[in-house]
């Protein structure tokens, strides 16, 4: 019996302890588990934890560190911290508003590439040694790491320049590599000022909406310059018999109560697949749209972009277009000449340029080359092209770099014909409503020169009507300052 009741006690003992033990166990597990996921959250996130303004971590940072200088891809400073002989600092920005949006500002909450690199900005990572030298010398703060940009000072003065008083955005990139070499919107802002007027910027109208960055976050119909992928799609489905493709205009296309008109009601008369996008026929684009296969089309345009998120470090609106397998004529009719439910981003038309430019294959936009530690160490250096995807075929891109260039040779972008370099790209007047009223966006989006491409310009000009007469002349000036006028780095 008392054998028994040990062995029973034991048993009880047993069946008392184990689940406890198992539960500690099992507690010890999940606690490791969530300290491994807690250190590797914070490091995967450490960028944006630190700039968030809730850590004081970043207090103590900016009471040890002078803020870090941002550099123009040729060493220019775009933004730097002057400490004046009391120790107060301020953020300098030598050329004011015409980095406003992309180099942004560090008080008032972070905009730009302050934002975007705060992490490393903050931070000095200096040598213990030089810290110490600077110290002994009587420096009260070391100074913080810097950022060198792709951005190109003097192409970024002509882009500001010619898009002078408009409303719009224009963005420069290299087609070889997707760094971006300027990135204006306009209204802009003096980031040195961004105290004084603060107010008046976060109360400006929202047509103004001057704290926006309309590159990246300005959703537009694309209006003609998306018959680039409209004729994609086509030539995709019909690899052969595209160039059989004829239509006569008479000024208009009729599908049930739906009716497209030819920009300023002009009737183009008899045309082939090229004529119709060197002349931007609304009607043959319209009569094209509906021979697609809408599934299939709906298929190219998320492969293009459309409907996802850009994989860049900045502030980015996603592009967006309602077209499905069971579309109605009508969403196709307006989304193949631009208009309708599409919306995109400049960013999101240059890149789909950059990539018919690079032979099919698109690469990721991107702002920042390297940072450095003020005593010159490298801390991070930027892929030199980074690939997201061939969006089409060689063939592909050769067709419609071949159509791009008859636009600007005797089209709708005839005012790049005159340039020392063989110049292709797409006008674009897209209408929205306005007060009552339909007003249009003029667009241009191309690259030069066509036979072996360096860079791909995209432009908006709100509210000014034709693509060719307002938004070729712009992109032109920064096509002759890149190719014809020397700007050092090109
Ligand atoms: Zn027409």
């Not at 960055?213 to 489905?237: C, D, H, M, W």
Request: a negative charge.
């Amino acid at each position: 019996m008392r054998k028994r009741d040990e062995q029973t006690k034991g048993g009880r003992q047993r069946r008392v302890f184990t689940p406890i033990r198992v539960t500690q166990g099992i507690f010890a597990v999940l606690f490791a588990a969530m300290i491994v996921y807690l250190c590797l959250y914070a490091y995967n996130n450490r960028q944006t934890m630190m700039s968030n303004s809730y850590n004081s971590r970043q207090k103590i940072l900016l009471e040890q560190n002078a803020r870090g200088s941002i550099f123009a891809r040729d060493g220019e400073v775009l933004a730097e911290t002057v400490t004046d002989e009391n120790g107060q600092e301020t953020r300098n920005y030598p050329y004011a508003n015409t980095f406003a949006h992309v180099v942004g500002y560090a008080s008032k909450g972070k905009s730009g590439i302050e934002a975007q690199e705060n992490y490393w900005l903050i931070r000095s990572d200096i040598a213990l040694s030089e810290k110490a030298r600077l110290a002994d010398a009587g420096a009260k703060k070391n100074p913080g790491n810097s950022v060198t940009t792709t951005l190109c000072v003097p192409l970024q003065e002509v882009a500001c320049k010619a898009l002078a008083a408009y409303r719009g955005a224009i963005i420069v990139t290299d087609v070889k590599t997707g760094e971006i070499l300027a990135m204006v919107s306009k209204p802009d802002y003096d980031p040195n000022e961004i105290d004084r007027i603060w107010d008046s910027l976060l109360n400006s109208s929202k047509e103004d909406a001057r704290l926006l960055n309309r590159v990246s976050q300005g959703l537009y119909p694309p209006g003609s310059t998306f018959k680039i992928v409209t004729a994609l799609e086509y030539i995709r489905e019909n690899p052969t018999d595209f160039r059989n493709y004829h239509f006569n205009c008479s000024g208009s296309y009729r599908r049930g109560e739906e009716v497209i008109h030819c920009f300023h009601g002009e009737s183009h008369g008899s045309l082939d697949f090229y004529k119709a996008f060197q002349k931007s026929c609304n009607s043959a684009f319209a009569d094209i749209g509906m021979t697609l296969d809408r599934e299939r089309f709906a298929a190219t345009l998320k492969e293009l972009g459309l409907g996802k998120e850009v994989p860049v470090d900045f502030v980015c609106n996603a592009s967006r277009s309602d077209i499905t397998a069971s579309s109605p004529d009508d969403a196709v009719m307006q989304t193949a000449i631009g208009q309708g439910a599409t919306a995109v981003t400049p960013l999101e038309l240059n890149m789909i340029t950059q990539a018919v430019a690079n032979g099919g294959v698109m690469l990721t936009p991107y702002l920042i080359k390297s940072v450095d530690s003020a005593d010159g160490k490298n801390l991070y250096k930027e892929a030199p092209a980074k690939e997201i995807a061939r969006v089409m075929s060689e063939d592909e891109a050769a067709i419609l770099t071949e159509m791009m260039t008859l636009v600007v040779n005797g089209g709708t972008a005839k005012r790049l014909q005159e340039a020392g370099y063989q110049a292709a790209g797409k006008t674009g007047s897209a209408e929205y409503d306005s007060q009552q009223k339909t007003e249009s966006h003029a667009w241009f989006t191309g690259f030069a020169p066509a036979e072996d491409p360096q860079i791909a310009v995209t432009v908006i000009v709100e509210q000014a009507g034709g693509g060719g007469e307002y938004a070729v002349p712009m992109a032109k000036r920064i096509f002759d300052a890149w190719l014809d006028g020397g700007v050092p780095g090109s």
